[in-house]
């Protein structure tokens, strides 16, 4: 419901219109995008950089707030920085937005909280409609992230003349179905609670993915990280022949993001190296059953065919679904993890 609420507020599922608040700069002219934020906010900037730069063609540089707040990065004049923040009070990405703005960037917020400090700070508010986190680790905040900077994606990508309107239509009548494609994925349930027994008692788990899917295995491995305690650690697929390879036996669960987009190929031919050396896979993907390169895996959940566009907002769910499951069957407290704070202040 709340991934509905917040697409909503920017898009009008029966015209496919998006309306976003009036932005304070020329959007066809900017010259770079730079996107900041912390943990799970950090991974919706990541999606957003494939988004920005293959729908909107711009050029765009990501980073954590802890990192980025020190680099000294130099910024061209008049460039945007879009900072990500489920509680708009965590202070790394605050000192972030406050260098942006002494390299005289303009400023757009995405917050759930619209009297937050980095929203107070902000040339542009991008309210998200999450409603507050029960639990200290974000969830639902995610997917109304991506909800949100998908519809300022397709937004730019008109106003740099980057998609046409045939093309607009297409992928905001995409992102409309979203709602209803959430509520099928959440018919699966029962189908990844039973997959959390063959995890609960592993002591590493890994995550890959391709493209936007990427950014889902870390997520999927943080999730899993600060609410069950469990190792795990996300790969982008390409990257396993350069090191991780060597952690594949029967004992170590790789869970693979595979929606059929344009990585789909050679994510399966990852995935088929990692069989090869007795891995275990879970696919996760709307290719699976008899035809399916899935056949051979340990598991499969099948998720609902979908424009590759709104993938990411579509499988996060199954990511932070068997996360939560697996910590309920271990006994952890999902709504307050050891050690974690809800916004990091200092
Ligand atoms: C960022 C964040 C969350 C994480 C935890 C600590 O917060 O890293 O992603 O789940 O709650 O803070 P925010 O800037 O998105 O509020």
Redesign the pocket.
């Known amino acids: 419901a709340v991934i509905g609420d917040t697409l909503h507020s920017y898009l009008t599922p029966a015209t496919g219109e998006i309306v976003l608040p009036p932005m304070p700069f020329d959007v066809a002219a900017l010259p770079k995008i730079t996107i900041i934020?912390?943990?799970?906010?950090f991974y919706a900037a990541m999606v957003a950089k494939y988004w920005f730069e293959q729908v909107a063609r711009v050029s765009v540089e990501v980073d954590v707030a802890s990192e980025f707040r020190y680099r000294e990065a130099p910024m061209p004049e008049g460039g945007l920085g879009i900072f990500?923040?489920?509680?708009?009070?965590?202070a790394d990405?605050l000192a972030a937005l406050h260098y942006c703005r002494e390299q005289k960037q303009h400023i757009v917020a995405i917050v759930n909280v619209p009297e937050s400090s980095i929203a107070r700070e902000s040339d542009v508010v991008l309210q998200t409609l999450a409603g507050p986190e029960i639990g200290?680790?974000?969830t639902k905040?995610f997917t109304c992230q991506l909800a949100t900077l998908a519809c300022m994606v397709i937004s730019f990508a008109r106003a740099r003349g980057a998609i046409d309107e045939a093309e607009e239509d297409r992928l905001a009548f995409a992102l409309a179905h979203v709602p209803a494609m959430a509520a099928q994925v959440l018919n699966h349930d029962e189908a990844i609670r039973d997959l959390a027994h063959a995890i609960f008692e592993k002591r590493d788990v890994l995550y890959l993915g391709r493209g936007t899917g990427y950014p889902l295995a870390l997520e999927g491995a943080l999730k899993l990280k600060?609410i069950s305690y469990i190792h795990a650690e996300g790969y982008a697929s390409g990257e396993m022949k350069h090191g991780p390879i060597a952690l594949i036996d029967e004992e170590v669960p790789v869970i693979v993001i595979a929606p059929t987009d344009r990585w789909f190929d050679k994510t399966v031919s990852n995935m088929r190296e990692v069989m090869a050396r007795g891995g275990k896979v879970i696919f996760l993907s709307d290719v699976t059953g008899v035809d399916a390169v899935g056949e051979d895996a340990f598991a499969a959940i099948e998720l609902p065919s979908v424009d590759p566009f709104v993938a990411p907002l579509l499988y996060a769910i199954p990511v932070q679904l068997l996360a939560y499951h697996v910590a309920v069957l271990k006994g952890t407290d999902v709504d307050q993890p050891r050690n974690?704070?809800?916004?990091?202040t200092v």
């Open positions: 934020a912390c943990g799970t906010s990500i923040s489920q509680s708009g009070e965590t990405t200290v680790a974000s905040a600060e974690l704070a809800k916004s990091v």
